[in-house]
């Protein structure tokens, strides 16, 4: 384990905020420790989710995916942030449950071509995994479920959208967030004793999640040159997404010679490409 002080400085945390978390270091320390431990199981439970659920990509509606789990020096910043975020909600978190506060140890990310794509993996997903409303949790502790046999979605899928996208998904289904800047879906699986959580994007938001959270989020969000740099790029990638879905839509057109104007007009957005564009 490292010293206290090296660890706030490559984590950019500084000492009010890890006072405001209000936990040892000894209990960081402690959870860190334990962790390593089972960090071995939690990636082979991983492999075997990929390898159960989502090798078949086609049947999984998805284009590609990967997964990985936690890095033990982002458990315990995470750890941090929560419990100055949400201090009630985290209280209680320590070395013997900190994995059920935590529902990232295992992470998933799918990977559609086109946005839209997204309800093809929803489906997939609520399929094979039951979903059942009175089997979300709301209470950490209370509410986790000790039978690791029981594999479920444990939480309410949700999304949260760009400006604009509200058209793509269904409430019945899913929680819409609106969150203005990216696109993403969540899903929390029961499975193994753990939780997976699947992130859902296109392969252009996950090219800028990724260098945004590499460079930006979350030790450099308040730089404000750094936090323009990422939404031009953001802007770039939802541009890119805005023309992959027109290009599909033209497709559908060119297969059907026999659509009218007005027809091909609504596949194509009306002729404007930048409409959803212009409203970010």
């Known amino acids: 384990m490292f010293e206290r002080d090296v660890f706030l400085r490559a984590y950019n945390i500084d000492e009010t905020d890890f006072e405001a978390a209000a936990i040892p270091w000894e209990e960081l320390a402690a959870i860190y420790d334990d962790y390593l431990s089972i960090e071995g199981k939690l990636r082979g439970i991983g492999k075997e989710f990929v390898n159960d659920y989502l090798y078949d990509i086609e049947r999984a509606g998805i284009h590609s995916y990967r997964y990985r ?20 909600r985290f209280a209680m978190i320590d070395r013997t449950n900190y994995h059920k506060y935590i529902t990232d140890l295992i992470g998933i990310r799918v990977f559609f071509l086109y946005r839209e794509d997204w309800i093809y993996f ?29 594999f479920y979605i444990a939480e309410r899928p949700k999304v949260y959208r760009r400006n604009g996208d509200t058209r793509i998904y269904d409430e019945s289904l899913i929680d819409i967030k609106s969150d203005g800047i990216y696109r993403s879906l969540h899903y929390i699986i029961k499975y193994r004793g753990y939780y997976v959580e699947i992130q859902g994007r296109t392969l252009f938001e996950e090219g800028w999640s990724e260098i945004d959270h590499d460079i930006v989020y979350p030790y450099f969000k308040d730089d404000e040159m750094l936090k ?20 599909r839509r033209m497709k559908s057109v060119r297969e059907e010679p026999g659509k009218n104007r007005k027809e ?7 002729g404007n490409i930048w409409s959803e564009q212009e409203e970010r």
């Open 264 to 270: 091909r007009r609504a596949l194509t957005g009306g």
């Open 69 to 88: 789990t936690k890095n033990p020096g982002h458990l315990l910043e995470k750890i941090i942030r929560k419990r100055a975020e949400q201090p009630e």
């Open 122 to 150: 929803h489906n997939y997903i609520t399929t094979v995994f039951e979903n059942n409303p009175a089997s979300y949790v709301e209470d950490r502790i209370r509410d986790f479920d000790e039978d690791p046999g029981h």
């Open 228 to 247: 323009d740099f990422s939404t031009l790029l953001n802007r770039l990638s939802g541009m890119a997404d805005e023309m992959s879905s027109y290009f």
